[in-house]
């Protein structure tokens, strides 16, 4: 059981580092493609 246990906290670990850097990456890119929108419309975009 510990093994299991283990495994699966692993999992999460790597799952929330993942989300965590799909995160940034998704800032980025929001920040490269706000010179495409205007302002008002780049302002109503909410990050998470």
Known sequence: MDTVTRQSA???E???AT???LK???HV???AVSV???ATKY???TYC
Do not use: G, K, M, W
């Open 24 to 26: 940034d990456q998704s």
């Open 10 to 12: 692993t999992l999460v």
């Open 19 to 21: 989300a965590q850097s």
């Open 29 to 31: 890119l929001n920040e």
């Open 14 to 16: 790597q799952a929330y």
């Open 36 to 38: 495409f929108l205007p």
């Open 43 to 45: 302002r109503s975009l």
